[in-house]
């Protein structure tokens, strides 16, 4: 007779057909996850989604969260210290409106000397996951970044402004489509709004984007849901 109590396959094929506690993918401890797929310390830290309007160039943005506590954290993993795996968690948590009717998604490009030093472009990997989930094409060539700059993330929002004026050229290919630009993300909005004059001056129809997370809620912002 098998011990229902003492047998450890038995556990593990219970625990997978009711899952009882799993890691949460931003703080890292093992608890039961909830709504967002986050245990409930981090679904308590994090904002409602949202969408910003407004935004220069850009007909609109989805914003998943806030960008502070845990989420801040698990971009931060994502980016700098190899936790490329939070890539599915965290585009799981994107949106893309369906009045916007996309014809492309874009990733905002890296330059390819920080392709070199990163390794990846973390907005290619998010873009991925979200074209296979919508089902809309992707496009990595459309967009390029011709001029190497200074991490905006090291920069007051002044110089923000303008380190990447004139680092984006886009292809005539986007003549005519509506371009969803793909970003971890939207502080200043500079980089969104530099990719979106560099796609809007080759023809594009219209601009929107999707971030991760913002660190600002403008007062046009509405709840996504």
């Given at each position: ?130 074209s296979k989930r919508y089902s809309i094409d ?85 709840m996504y849901h």
């Amino acid at each position: 007779m098998i011990s229902l109590r003492n047998n450890r396959f038995v556990e593990l094929f219970l625990d997978a057909l009711y899952p009882r506690h799993c890691t949460c993918p931003t703080c890292g401890r093992e608890a039961a996850l909830g709504e967002y797929g986050v245990c409930d310390d981090c679904r308590d830290s994090i904002a409602t989604p949202a969408t910003l309007e407004n935004i220069e160039g850009i007909e609109a943005i989805t914003a998943g969260f806030i960008y502070k506590d845990c989420i801040k954290q698990s971009i931060v993993d994502f980016k700098y210290n190899g936790k490329r795996y939070l890539a599915d968690f965290l585009a799981s948590q994107m949106h893309i409106d369906d009045t916007w009717a996309i014809d492309v998604i874009v990733p905002v490009p890296l330059h390819k000397r920080r392709i070199v030093q990163r390794g990846f472009n973390q907005s290619e990997l998010l873009a991925r996951r979200l074209s296979k989930r919508y089902s809309i094409d992707l496009d990595t060539g459309i967009l390029k970044r011709i001029v190497y700059t200074k991490p905006q993330a090291s920069l007051g929002a002044r110089e923000r402004g303008h380190n990447l004026d004139g680092a984006f050229v886009a292809k005539d290919s986007c003549k005519g489509k509506n371009i969803l630009l793909v970003d971890d993300v939207f502080t200043t909005g500079a980089t969104l709004r530099n990719c979106a004059i560099a796609l809007n001056a080759a023809g594009a129809s219209k601009t929107y984007a999707a971030v991760i997370a913002t660190t600002v809620m403008n007062t046009t912002a509405h709840m996504y849901h």
